[in-house]
């Protein structure tokens, strides 16, 4: 059986001298994981990076299980990027998370069409915050809904609006910007804490419950944004 879909490229490891095993998010199936024989020739693994979106060719050996996929590359997204460490990680990183918290065969377009807004983020000057609001509108598709607006308390210090989530043990600060969509000029440190909030919340009510480890392309984002 042959199947036609197009997908972008979440991962890829070596499975023997001349192939690999790649997983794809596709339009049509969801997240797909097949051999590529050939994988690791000059031909296709100049373009095989992750985040590129790819014509693909599956071919299953019966109707239960996908044995190989032929991949033609549609867009080379992630090579824009090669001078840009903070953009790559970044791009890694959502990818390794998608990969993660996903079901394999599901198809959600939500999901496809996020990855698709993803670059479309990353030539924007204001990427960073907007990349925070792209990984919750993810979590939200996912079912881990964070809700922030309806979670904040606010109090009034030194004439500036401060939100924060309570709790029996702690007051934890939630950047405004996460509350406040119309704000635009965000102090890094504030982008900082943003991004660490949601790696806080996924580690707490997704990870850790599901006995997982959150990637470690993720720690590499975050450390990049700090160097």
Known sequence: MIKIDRGFLLSKFKYNENSVIADFYTENNGRTSSIIFGGTSKKIKGYLQIGNLFHLNFSSKNNGKVSSIKPEIIKAFTPVYFNSQK?????????????????????????????????????????????????????????????????????????????????????????????????????????????????????????????????????LFENSLIN
């Open 87 to 219: 953009k790559l990680h970044c791009i890694t990183s959502a990818m390794s998370l998608i990969k993660k918290l996903t079901p394999e065969n599901e198809n959600n377009s939500n999901i496809f069409n996020l990855i698709q807004n993803l670059f479309c983020i990353l030539e924007t000057n204001n990427w960073l915050k907007m990349y925070i609001n792209w990984e919750l509108e993810l979590l939200k598709f996912l079912g881990y809904d964070l809700n922030l607006k309806d979670m904040v308390n606010k109090e009034n210090i030194n004439n500036k609006t401060v939100y924060y989530v309570k709790s029996s043990t702690q007051k934890k600060i939630v950047p405004s910007f996460l509350i406040n969509n119309d704000i635009e000029n965000i102090d890094h440190v504030e982008l900082l804490k943003g991004i660490t909030l949601v790696t806080n919340f996924m580690e707490k009510n997704i990870f850790t419950p599901n006995n997982m480890k959150i990637p470690y392309q993720r720690k």
